[in-house]
């Protein structure tokens, strides 16, 4: 079994930057793929980027390249999302993920909401 962890999050102005973290523990392969996705009201979830335990490239969702950098530390197996220029349409429910050993364990997910 394993846990995620998650914090950061909140509300921000439009423009502004957020940081969300998540911290997994519990039985963890070497090999791992850890991320974000978000679910906005009366939407289905979607990918906003993951991030591999080895030298792969991450991947994002092109609403959200240039403007959030996904990164990882593979000794404490945590995941950050850094967001910067922050828009209305960020509004949602962030849930952290990883898969390893052929399953997928998510977070309880994080509020983000853009407003001003």
């Known amino acids: 079994q394993v846990q995620l962890v998650e914090s950061g999050g909140g509300l921000v102005q439009p423009g502004g930057s957020l940081r969300l973290s998540c911290a997994a523990s519990?039985?963890?392969?070497?090999?791992?793929?850890m991320g974000w996705y978000r679910q906005a009201p009366g939407k289905e979830r979607e990918l906003v980027a993951t991030?591999?335990?080895?030298?792969?490239?991450?991947n994002y969702a092109d609403s959200v390249k240039g403007r959030f950098t996904i990164s990882r530390d593979n000794a404490k197996k945590t995941v950050s999302l850094q967001m910067n220029s922050l828009r209305f349409e960020d509004t949602a429910v962030y849930y952290c993920?990883?898969?390893?050993?052929?399953?997928?364990?998510w977070g309880q997910g994080t509020q983000v909401t853009v407003s001003s």
């Open positions: 993920l990883i898969s390893t050993g052929g399953n997928t364990y």
């Open positions: 519990g039985r963890i392969f070497s090999s791992y793929v």
């Open positions: 991030i591999t335990s080895g030298r792969s490239s991450p």
